[in-house]
């Protein structure tokens, strides 16, 4: 085993932030650099390498690599483990991260080039520093994060706040070190009950569970006060988009999961570096949720022995990275590597696994590009008495429910990450149960609510396969000046024996704040009773629905705790105390008809 060399790396504003080095000898060799959050010599369930071993060790990883001919360089981010100054999240990792590299270029024992790796905020840290234009950034390896811009997927979506961020912040917070080093905060925060508070938004400054935390408290409430698109959300360090030109000319690969919350994130990276600059982009989409790379299930929802990463494809996660760095900077004869690597949800048997869980299956496809080569689109028009059709109704109608922000719908599973413990990611049967935030018995399904519209074709003749953007242009009235219309995509099963009521499989869901129906940038309220065209955009899945399969849609107004809720007043969420009844219409038919756009592939190949 490599033992490590502590260093401290200066920053242009004079802050030290400490690392590890890993090396064997003198020789000059390419650096591999992760930057993190949460403790450079801390083992992360996310850096699991294979299905059937043990999460490795930072050192053992490290030695892996210097083994294979790089050095290894693992850092503290700013105010975090060992690295002096104070701890924003996000916002101060450009700077940090070039000023790194810089550093890192001009030692002895690095030959100029450093590459970066690294999963989830170690993702976000890449895309923040490329922004700065390091000149010796060689690769980056961005898995499962990376913020093409995180107004749009990871912070807010549709202009709703995704509460995940409460969740990272309470649990993150409890291991601070301003908690560890203070057995009061440490106390206080681990006696606080986050699911309870869940129950007493809006959170008021020096009032909320984070009181004991001011730092943490701070940067999150500002992040949800800041509910318009502006100069916040345009920081480098959470807004890729506005500088991807600025990324030096390097080979990126893009990881992500179909139920992870960056996504559309992960697409964007791929697409638009591949667009900007000459080295080439990958883009590799598996079916777990957030870094869980190596099971075989996500939630209730189990997608067969080959969704396992180094199952499925035939190498370790340390030695598909070592073997992609290799191949991008020339040190192997060939590059194995295909543009576009994603996994198809569906094809399975249908019943129940060993483990309770439903048998979706799955299998890996290559491609060029994303969507799948042969892609074209499909819409689905919403009728009248829930049915859901390739042709456009003729006649106008429209349906109508009130929306509670007091009642919002339960989350159930779907692209969630850090949410414990008050939701979880993954496919699940979009039934409630006692694992449910928010859920009450007799548990019935979300489908029978008065607030879900739900929308459903009849049983498809054969196969169909959708992979690509999901999105719904939704005509729509409201009694209320603001409020929020949700939807999710359902592969919805026919009853069997080990699914008497058939099982309602999430696969993705999205948002739309409607105050924002002129522009992100500058809210509007809504005229009560007057018809919006709004576009309810949800993050691209790929899934295989089966003859007998139904694709399903619901409509709603929530999706509590993973978005906050609207209290339809119009105020900003954060801070409104006040809350009312909003009567929702969604229109169909005629001249206002509401339509699902899917993306659909006649035919792929394994």
Not at 42 to 50: E, K, N, P, W
Not at 57 to 82: A, H, I, K, L, W
Not at 459 to 467: Q, T
Not at 510 to 538: D, K, T
Request: proline residues 8%; contains cysteine.
């Amino acid at each position: 085993m490599i033992e490590p060399r502590v260093v401290s790396i200066p920053m242009r504003d004079g802050v030290e932030l400490v690392a590890d080095v890993y090396a064997s000898g003198s020789t000059p060799r390419t650096v591999i650099l992760e930057r993190t959050p949460y403790g450079r010599r801390a083992t992360r369930g996310s850096d699991q390498d294979r299905h059937d071993a043990p999460v490795p060790t930072p050192d053992v990883t490290s030695t892996f690599f210097v083994e294979s001919g790089y050095t290894v360089v693992r850092q503290d981010c700013r105010g975090r483990g060992d690295s002096g100054g104070t701890f924003v999240k996000y916002l101060n990792e450009g700077p940090d991260g070039a000023d790194t590299i810089d550093w890192i270029a001009a030692q002895p024992w690095c030959d100029g080039t450093v590459v970066m790796m690294g999963v989830s905020y170690s993702a976000h840290v890449q895309a923040a520093a490329a922004a700065g234009s390091p000149r010796a950034l060689a690769a980056t390896f961005m898995d499962s994060g990376g913020f093409a811009s995180a107004y749009e997927a990871g912070m807010r979506m549709g202009g709703a706040f995704e509460l995940k961020q409460v969740t990272w912040a309470f649990n993150h917070a409890r291991e601070s070190p301003e908690a560890l080093a203070d057995p009061v905060v440490a106390a206080a925060l681990g006696g606080t009950e986050l699911g309870a508070w869940f129950g007493a938004f809006p959170w008021k400054r020096g009032n909320s569970p984070l009181r004991f935390a001011p730092e943490y408290e701070s940067y999150l409430l500002d992040q949800w006060d800041n509910d318009a698109f502006g100069d916040f959300w345009k920081q480098p360090a959470i807004y890729a988009r506005g500088s991807y030109e600025d990324f030096p000319d390097a080979p990126s690969l893009h990881l992500g999961s179909w139920y992870d919350p960056y996504v559309r994130s992960t697409i964007e990276n791929f697409h638009r570096l591949r667009e900007v600059k000459s080295a080439p982009s990958y883009l590799l989409m598996g079916p777990w949720t957030h870094g869980a790379r190596t099971r075989t299930f996500a939630g209730d929802t189990d997608f067969g022995p080959s969704a396992a990463f180094d199952v499925g494809l035939g190498r370790s996660y340390l030695e598909f990275r070592r073997d992609w760095f290799d191949a991008q900077l020339g040190r192997s004869a060939e590059n194995t590597f295909a543009p576009v690597t994603y996994f198809l949800m569906g094809g399975g048997s249908g019943g129940r696994t060993a483990e309770g869980r439903l048998d979706h299956g799955g299998s890996w496809h290559v491609d060029e590009n994303w969507p799948p080569a042969g892609s074209r689109p499909l819409d689905l028009y919403l009728g009248p008495d829930g049915a859901l059709t390739r042709e456009r109704p003729a006649e106008p109608d429209a349906v109508t429910y009130d929306f509670d922000p007091a009642d919002p719908v339960p989350t159930i599973g779907g692209q969630v990450t850090s949410g414990e413990p008050v939701m979880v990611g993954g496919g699940f049967d979009q039934t409630p149960d006692e694992r449910v935030f928010g859920a009450v018995e007799p548990y019935l399904p979300l489908s029978a609510r008065a607030d879900v519209v739900t929308l459903r074709t009849e049983p498809l003749d054969e196969d169909l396969v959708v992979a690509g953007p999901v999105r719904a242009r939704l005509w729509i009235s409201s009694s209320a000046v603001d409020t929020d219309f949700t939807i999710k995509l359902i592969d919805e099963y026919p009853p069997s024996e080990d699914y008497p009521q058939g099982f309602a499989l999430n696969l993705t869901d999205g948002i739309f704040r409607c105050r924002f129906h002129e522009s992100f940038e500058r809210p509007s309220p809504l005229v009560p009773g007057r018809l919006y065209a709004i576009e309810v955009e949800a993050p691209d899945t790929a899934n295989l629905f089966a003859a007998g399969h139904r694709i399903r849609l619901d409509v709603s107004s929530s999706n509590f705790p993973r978005f906050d809720v609207n209290p339809n007043t119009g105020e900003p969420v954060a801070t409104d105390r006040t809350r009312c009844i909003a009567r929702n219409t969604v229109h169909l038919g005629g001249e206002h008809a509401s339509v699902l756009s899917l993306t659909v592939v006649p035919a792929v190949s394994g």
